[in-house]
């Protein structure tokens, strides 16, 4: 319905006249003319009261004239939209992170990401690092963030954001957590935790198959050292609750330091010897195509959360 050469149409509209908007346009009165029976015929109405000088429009001209601004600001728009995605600055993608470090991160990642690239669209997807790869491979997330080795089955790309510490958290009642703290503390103000004093003490670990539940149990076997198992929890945070009211221990990577309040009763140690780390990745299937708005927002997750090498 929209008409080629629309702005002919608003011109004649706007003066009233097809001399004077032929005039304005730089084209010859005639063709003008030529163009608005065209114009006309194509539609198969009236558009301009001819007997009236200047020209008025018809109730169905009112009609188009409404019709044309709106698809001229949709074109604007349009145009507009492009001009950011060539920037940019639009964009939209969809991101995987596990339910626990989300609720850690987001809060700081996402108002600033958005406070400089506003159009772009982040659509989150939360849940367990293991149902990450049917995700990858069904195309419903772009990328993750996660630890890693993830025991994918299909060949990724991992871009390494550092070495998580993994700490050791106890409840201060605890008599164990009372002598540790009288050693004196490392440099970074992080008592050292005898690992073997862990055995047969009562721990809180993640439900089997989460990778963090992985990595406690083989540490726990290198050091030959056997904890009693009291409780096990899909939740990271969680269990870092559950120590606060018990005295149990667990164990929980360094981003949570980064809650805005530790539980009052939890104490954090560094144990093992090298003190148990992990590594975090932005993790996504090889060959698979990030874009530059992608780029953008793991370039701020970088910023964000890296850690020493």
Known sequence: MLYKNYDYF??????GSLTKAAEALYVTQPSLSKYLSRLEESLNIQLFDRSSSPLSLTYAGKLYLDYVNKMADLNRQLQDDF????????????????SWRSSIMLPTLLPLFRSRYPHIKINVVEGKSYTFESAMLNNQVDFCLMSVPSNFSFPATYESLGMEKIYLAGNRRHLLVQHALQQPAGPDGIHNFDVSLLNG?????LKPGQLLCRLNQRFFNQHDVHPREIWSTENIVTALNLVNCTEYFTSIPALCTKMEHLPENVVLFEFG??????EIAIVYPKNSHITRTMRLFIDTIKELYSYPA
């Open 273 to 278: 010897t090298p003190p148990l780390e992990w």
């Open 10 to 15: 608003l011109t004649i509209a706007k003066l």
């Open 201 to 205: 003490e009562q721990f809180i670990n």
């Open 83 to 98: 001009d950011k995605i060539r920037n940019d600055e639009k964009g939209e993608f969809t991101f995987g992170i596990t």
